[in-house]
């Protein structure tokens, strides 16, 4: 399970969508034009799984981009992935454990 603590509400990372009918989670990343798998692990679900109408689902925005770390990972291979130091990524994630399914978030323009 991703752990992201976020309101459901517009922010700086995330739109929120609501789900119009019954689809696949595979479906919606298609029509936002997401990776499946980002988008199933961001919200913990799998790409199989069925979304529900009135389901709220986080909708990366376009300005960002984003990381789901895993075993063994550090600051460092993390910055690695973005091409960019440390400290640009402390000063986007407020706060950064580095354990397995943690989402790091990284400003692209």
């Given at each position: 399970m991703l752990n992201v603590n976020?309101?459901?509400e517009e922010n700086t990372y995330f739109t929120y969508y609501k789900v119009q009918n019954e689809s696949?989670?595979?479906?919606?990343?298609?029509?936002?034009?997401?990776?499946p798998g980002l988008l199933?692990?961001?919200n913990g679900l799998d790409e199989e799984d069925f979304v529900y109408k009135d389901q709220l689902i986080s909708i990366p925005k376009n300005d960002y981009a984003f990381y789901i770390t895993k075993d063994g990972d550090t600051l460092e291979t993390a910055s690695q992935t973005?091409?960019?130091d440390t400290s640009?990524?402390?000063v986007?994630?407020?706060?950064?454990?580095l354990q397995s399914g943690q989402l790091i978030?990284?400003?692209t323009k």
């Amino acid at each position: 399970m991703l752990n992201v603590n976020v309101e459901k509400e517009e922010n700086t990372y995330f739109t929120y969508y609501k789900v119009q009918n019954e689809s696949t989670l595979y479906a919606l990343a298609k029509m936002k034009n997401i990776n499946p798998g980002l988008l199933s692990a961001m919200n913990g679900l799998d790409e199989e799984d069925f979304v529900y109408k009135d389901q709220l689902i986080s909708i990366p925005k376009n300005d960002y981009a984003f990381y789901i770390t895993k075993d063994g990972d550090t600051l460092e291979t993390a910055s690695q992935t973005f091409a960019t130091d440390t400290s640009n990524l402390i000063v986007h994630n407020k706060i950064i454990y580095l354990q397995s399914g943690q989402l790091i978030v990284h400003k692209t323009k």
